[in-house]
């Protein structure tokens, strides 16, 4: 063994590990002795995703702002038409890998990577890429609902627009929000701002707003954590209908809805440098119920985080 | 209860009554208090007295000319003099500098704040300018003789003007508003909140699409408000005017042509007063009639501002 990063003790090399589970955190395994399961065999590995359904791949990313590094070394594979959700402790950098995926991070001038991701096999941050198509095609929901001050309409109508949507708009509309099953509760109204609605149907606006355009991905930083209990399973169950058609990576807080309502979990934490890594990303029943690291078990036991 | 036997020991509720009735005088905060109330009476007093003596000498003269003195030209005679050059003079300039500082002002404040990335560049750029909005505005009046007048001579006020003609006296008030301008309009546009921008490019908006559609129509209240009362900065100067041409003698204004009348001789309602301030006594009703007409005109430009906010305003 030895140590690879002398800013972060705590990512220790395993010696080769095998073609496994641990191949998500190559390059952190943590010490033996914190694994607590063992190991699934190659033959039956459920992160082993077939090439065509995969949608992002992380390899080696890292996330800076400034000289802080925010997120450290991240290798993972979303999976298509399933949710994915990452959790981790406040300030791991959740937000900001997720805010990688759809290159958001831009907007920030200190912001930068290293590593790639790879979206349908296609690099993000190569020469030539356009932030403004891949967050066409990678839509975001925000932590806080973020409605435009326009009427409901205008707020689903003007991300078509500006993509120079020229068929139905009205019927691209009334799907949207059917789709974030909201329409029944606007159709009535949809002259009126969306800023007037509920925090929860602001939320489902903003997913129908996401939606619109028609993206493959979507995004959503924390969606529920400005909302009440009943608004949030709402939104879950939302999430589960979407994910026939979309791919829905999710960060959240809250542990019981990771496991409510994702396919997949990722589990991240802070190294001692502040920085954030992977521990572990597994199915989310076995995430849940046997962890494969002590870290990932302290968290969801709540021991930690 | 008042029904509850006094017997030696106080019930629970009378302890509690005891301990939190009565009245506390504490002579410090009420001299405080007193003091405060006074700073108020001492700073309204003097607005009030000032307001009191500038109409009870003016009115009388309005009332005895009445549209008479907003429309007279000036004259070297107190019963012939009115302020109609000076009244269009300053119109004609803060029509002018709204023109010049608009574009100007909330284009820089629009590329400042949506654009420019956060370097030390940008940051002694915003640093000049909030300094630039500080400066007095005689030094302004200065860069105004110096660059419109005397080098740009021939293109603001060729001919008998002599560089000192309305375009010179505008250029130089654009340029003192413009930091104002853009600081006002920055903040304006600071207060549309991150998330609506996030939200607009989450959904696959260009740089452009997010300012056009949404940061600038939400941020147009308080950039409106903010450029608005820089006008009303502009109308009331006088320091910079009287060194780039404000004429404070009888002329006669040519208003045949825009061309013309920008070139041409002009006058500004700040710039009579003062000039009459100066003149005998005779004039004192004339002085005090030009002030109310002066802050007549600065409180509907500022009641339009406040209008304009309170009909436009957003909350977040």
Not at chain 1, 3 to 16: I, L
Not at chain 1, 101 to 107: A, E, H, S, V, Y
Not at chain 2, 68 to 79: G, I, N, V, W, Y
Not at chain 2, 167 to 191: H, K
């Amino acid at each position: 063994m030895k140590t690879r990063d002398p800013a972060a003790p705590d990512a220790v090399h395993g010696d080769g590990g095998g073609p496994t589970i641990r191949l998500m955190t190559a390059q952190h395994e943590l010490d033996e002795s914190e694994q607590i399961a063992p190991a699934a065999n190659d033959g039956d590995d459920p992160l082993a995703f077939a090439e065509d359904e995969v949608v992002f791949e992380l390899d080696r990313l890292s996330c800076f702002y400034g000289s802080f590094r925010a997120v450290r070394d991240i290798s993972l594979q979303v999976p298509k038409n399933k949710i994915t959700a990452i959790i981790g402790p406040s300030g791991c950098g959740k937000s900001t890998l997720l805010r990688s995926f759809n290159r958001m991070n831009d907007l920030v001038d200190s912001a930068r990577i290293e590593g790639r991701i790879l979206y349908h096999g296609v690099d993000l941050y190569a020469n030539g890429v356009d932030p403004v198509e891949v967050r066409r095609r990678i839509g975001m929901v925000f932590q806080k609902p973020n409605p435009f001050p326009k009427s409901i309409y205008d707020n689903v109508a003007f991300g078509p627009r500006v993509a120079g949507f020229k068929g139905n708009m009205d019927g691209l509309v009334e799907q949207s929000l059917r789709r974030a099953a909201i329409w029944d509760e606007v159709k009535d109204k949809m002259r009126e701002p969306g800023t007037a609605l509920s925090g929860g149907q602001q939320q489902r606006l903003c997913i129908a707003r996401a939606i619109a355009v028609e993206p493959d991905v979507i995004l959503m930083d924390e969606p529920c954590s400005a909302l009440d209990p009943i608004a949030t399973l709402k939104i879950e169950e939302l999430m589960r209908e979407l994910k026939e058609n979309y791919t829905i990576v999710i960060v959240t807080h809250n542990m019981q809805q990771a496991a409510r309502a994702s396919d997949y979990t990722a589990f991240l934490t802070m190294g001692d440098d502040r920085a954030g890594y992977l521990v572990e990303m597994a199915p989310t029943q076995d995430l849940f119920t046997r962890p494969a690291h002590r870290l990932t078990e302290d968290y969801i036991t709540g021991r930690f985080g | 209860m008042a029904s509850t036997p006094r017997t030696g020991a106080m019930t629970a509720g009378e302890v509690v009554r005891r301990s939190i009735q009565g009245t506390r005088s504490d002579w410090r905060s009420l001299a405080f208090e007193g003091f405060l109330v006074l700073l108020l009476v001492l700073t309204l007093g003097v607005l009030a007295w000032l307001l009191v003596v500038v109409f009870v000498n003016g009115i009388p003269t309005l009332a005895e000319r009445g549209l008479d003195f907003l429309t007279s030209p000036l004259a070297s005679r107190p019963q012939e003099a009115g302020v109609g050059q000076a009244l269009a003079g300053s119109l004609w300039l803060m029509a002018f500098v709204a023109l010049i500082s608009f574009p100007l002002g909330i284009g820089a404040a629009v590329y400042l704040e949506e654009y420019a990335s956060d370097t030390w560049v940008t940051r002694l750029i915003n640093t000049v300018v909030r300094n630039l909005a500080g400066v007095p505005s005689i030094v302004y009046g200065l860069l105004g003789l110096a660059v419109f007048v005397v080098a740009l001579r021939d293109f603001v006020g060729p001919g008998s003007t002599s560089g000192r003609g309305l375009l010179a006296g505008g250029l130089t008030m654009a340029i003192l508003v413009l930091p104002i301008v853009i600081i006002t309009s920055a903040e304006a546009l600071r207060a549309v909140p991150g998330a609506i921008r996030e939200a607009a490019f989450g959904v696959g908006a260009t740089r452009w699409e997010v300012v056009r559609s949404h940061v600038l129509p939400y941020a147009a209240p308080g950039i409106f408000t903010g450029t608005i009362l820089s006008m009303a900065r502009a109308f009331g100067e006088t320091a910079p005017l009287i060194l780039v041409g404000a004429v404070i003698g009888g002329f006669n204004v040519e208003y045949d042509s825009i061309i013309g009348t920008l070139q041409g001789r002009y006058t500004a309602l700040p710039t009579t007063v003062y000039d009459w301030a100066r003149k005998p006594a005779s004039f004192e009703g004339n002085v005090y009639a030009a002030i109310i007409v002066l802050i007549v005109v600065l409180l509907v430009v500022n009641a339009l501002a406040i209008y304009l906010r309170n009909r436009f305003e957003r909350r977040w």
